[in-house]
Nanobody
């Protein structure tokens, strides 16, 4: 599966962005999906995940602010980010994990910069 993330940009603190990750080349509904981020000088971390059954999970720092969702008809996973903070600045990546083989696939990142 190939993944293409988009939607990053520059936003002021308190603002919102919606990231999209479009998948192609395989059956999207066979993959658990996740959004990760990597800030300068830090390790990549899981931000949010959604299973094939649409069960979601979030890292504590984004709970109540971010929402992950998926549209299997459009082969796309989304990350709605509200009330953005300076510390949300990072390159955001999407990852697909095949439900049977557990193989991981990564897309290229999209940069989110939160700055006043």
């Amino acid at each position: 599966v190939q993944l293409q993330a988009s939607g990053g940009g520059l936003v002021q603190p308190g603002g919102s962005l919606r990231l999209s990750c479009a998948a192609s080349g395989s059956i999207f509904s066979f993959y658990h999906m996740g959004w990760y981020r990597q800030a300068p000088g830090k390790e990549r971390e899981l931000v949010a995940a959604i299973t094939t059954g649409s069960t979601t999970d979030y890292t504590d720092s984004v709970k109540g602010r971010f929402t992950i969702s998926r549209d299997n008809a459009k082969n796309t996973v989304y990350l709605q980010m509200n009330s953005l903070k300076l510390e949300d600045t990072a390159v955001y990546y999407c990852k697909a994990t095949h439900i049977r083989t557990r193989t991981n696939y990564w897309g290229k990142g999209t940069l989110v910069t939160v700055s006043s």
